[in-house]
């Protein structure tokens, strides 16, 4: 079971399932997401005995109070993943996270280094929260296509020019 929370949540069986910015989706042992990130931030929560997981395509570091989608931002997007999960009947305890993406697309040292505030405020939030980061592959200036395995906690890493790697 998975799901993509976007306006309406919907469950799909043995998809692979694009999570585009700002959706947040969960599944089992026979889900898979990809993502495609730049200055975005995808945040993983997995729980490795269980098989469940659940993915979000961050896009900024902080709400400010502002409603609308709660995978759009890191301080939002976290606490949403967690609650979904125990939904699915997945305890805090045992959940581990890993994170890719965070690209400064823009000139380096410029004034939008999203990518930069997006990685810190994720770390930040995780660690607040008491989820530890096992993998991560953050930073650069060059996108990401990722794809994420429930069933194994592989999360897999593309960029153009380079040789694919797990993490």
């Given amino acids: 079971m998975h799901t993509l929370a976007n306006a309406e949540a919907t469950?799909?069986?043995g998809q692979v399932i694009n999570v585009g910015m700002g959706q947040i989706a969960t599944g089992d042992r026979s889900t898979q997401f990809t993502s495609v990130?730049?200055?975005c931030v995808a945040v993983v929560l997995w729980h490795p005995r269980l098989s469940l997981g659940a993915i979000a395509h961050v896009v900024l570091p902080k709400s400010h109070g502002q409603n609308g989608q709660p995978g759009k931002f890191a301080d939002?997007?976290?606490?949403t993943m967690l609650e979904q999960l125990a939904r699915m009947g997945c305890p805090k305890p045992g959940l581990v996270a890993k994170i890719a993406g965070g690209a400064n697309m823009f000139r380096v040292g410029g004034p939008l280094q999203i990518g930069d505030d997006n990685i810190a405020t994720?770390?930040?939030?995780l660690?607040?929260?008491g989820i530890p980061i096992t993998a991560e592959d953050v930073g650069g200036t060059q996108g990401r296509k990722i794809t994420f395995t429930c069933s194994t906690g592989e999360l897999r890493?593309?960029?153009a020019g380079q040789k694919a790697k797990v993490i």
């Fill in 11 to 13: 469950s799909v069986k």
């Fill in 76 to 79: 939002t997007a976290i606490p």
């Fill in 127 to 129: 660690k607040t929260v």
């Fill in 37 to 39: 990130l730049g200055s």
């Fill in 157 to 159: 890493i593309e960029v």
């Fill in 122 to 125: 994720v770390r930040e939030i």
